[in-house]
């Protein structure tokens, strides 16, 4: 008898973490099935529909229509009967967990996303996460930061916690052939030297600022160069743009969304992610595209990136808040070229190593066949 397990995320769209979920699990041993919440209904919908996956879409506009999203969720449930429920993000987790619990004969986990912004930034947020942990059997982290987060901060007995990361189908984490070109001329970036790439929201600890800082720097001896602004949007935006009034418009390009954003990589002479603290990355996929795709990084230590990034091994790091480091180390790549199909080499290897899909479902594997036993399925 299969292990069925019911995955409840709010406002996704397309995601290679998603998919896993659904594409690495035994199907021999399990009936994984989604429901998602959210405004429209997201690719992943018909992905998994066409898959042969049970798929089930929730209109949902915020916590305002929690009410009408329980009670939904748990008739789905009941007319689905899932073993194990495994919720995502806040929202799906404050709608899911609850409906889980109404629903009663199951097990309810969640998988928290997120570090410590809600404890430095928003203050409201943690009874949201106090809440989701309440409800919980097990709480996926998915990084140590996130663990250390949720024991220190949160006050989770370390019993509930178990620190699973993300993996992926890296092989799936490919640019298209021409993309990359087409990507280059819609954005001007040929003839420009170097592009410096980062793909941030504009909130103050995605350190986006100090990237904007250190290629003005940069500019000085690398006039021709341009910087790409990947996913330009969010509540710093003011003061993001501030900064780059000091930049001459031919040498930068804000770009709020880009559907084939794995084709832009390529496009960059350099990667920059730069979070300001240590917790507020919960895991960060900008440490492991780029890498996976061979582009040169430099980075801060935050959430993942804590676990696997060394200095001169799989990319440069810089200290918190520190432009000045950030130009230095953006310098070294573009000129030791030793250096940089080091880096380059290691790190595709490492993310290949550490986050590929074969370890993620073994890990999640063990996990849900625990609690499924101490069920009794």
């Not at 092989?171 to 001007?188: A, R, S």
């Not at 995605?206 to 250190?214: E, F, L, M, R, S």
Request: overall charge negative.
């Amino acid at each position: 008898m299969k292990i069925k397990v019911c995955h409840v995320f709010s406002d996704v769209d397309q995601s290679h973490l998603v998919k896993t979920f659904g594409d690495a699990m035994d199907k021999g041993k399990y009936d994984i099935s989604f429901v998602f919440l959210g405004l429209k209904k997201p690719l992943l919908f018909d992905y998994f529909g066409s898959r042969g996956h049970k798929v089930e879409f929730v209109e949902f506009s915020g916590k305002r229509d929690l009410p009408k999203a329980i009670w939904k969720l748990r008739q789905i449930f009941k007319l689905w009967r899932p073993d194990i429920i495994h919720t995502h993000l806040v929202e799906g987790s404050l709608a899911g967990l609850t409906a889980a619990k109404l629903s009663r004969g199951n097990i309810a986990i969640h998988t928290r996303h997120h570090g410590a912004e809600a404890h430095i930034y928003s203050p409201h947020g943690v009874y949201y996460d106090r809440y989701n942990n309440y409800l919980s059997k097990k709480i996926i982290a998915i990084s140590n930061v996130v663990s250390d987060v949720l024991i220190a901060r949160d006050g989770v007995d370390r019993s509930k916690v178990v620190t699973i990361s993300h993996g992926f189908h890296l092989e799936n984490i490919v640019d298209e052939p021409g993309v990359t070109e087409t990507l280059k001329k819609e954005y001007d970036l040929n003839g420009h030297y170097p592009v410096v790439g980062s793909v941030a929201r504009y909130i103050h600890w995605k350190g986006v600022h100090n990237t904007v800082k250190a290629f003005a720097s940069l500019l000085e001896e690398y006039p021709n160069g341009k910087l790409v602004l990947a996913n330009a949007s969010g509540p710093y935006i003011g003061e993001i743009k501030t900064l780059l009034t000091t930049l001459p418009k031919e040498n930068y390009v804000e770009i709020e969304f880009e559907p084939q954003m794995i084709s832009l990589y390529p496009a960059f002479d350099i990667f920059v992610h730069i979070p300001v603290q240590r917790e507020v990355e919960a895991f960060g996929m900008v440490y492991i595209e780029p890498l996976a795709l061979g582009v040169p990084s430099v980075f801060t230590l935050s959430g993942a990136a804590c676990e696997f990034v060394k200095d001169k091994v799989n990319a440069l790091v810089v200290p918190y808040d520190d432009p000045s480091a950030t130009r230095t180390a953006i310098v070294s790549i573009l000129e030791d070229g030793a250096l940089r199909n080091h880096i380059v080499e290691n790190g595709r290897a490492d993310v290949w190593n550490l986050f590929n899909a074969e370890r993620f479902s073994a890990e999640l594997d063990a996990l849900y066949t625990d609690l499924s036993s101490s069920k009794g399925v």
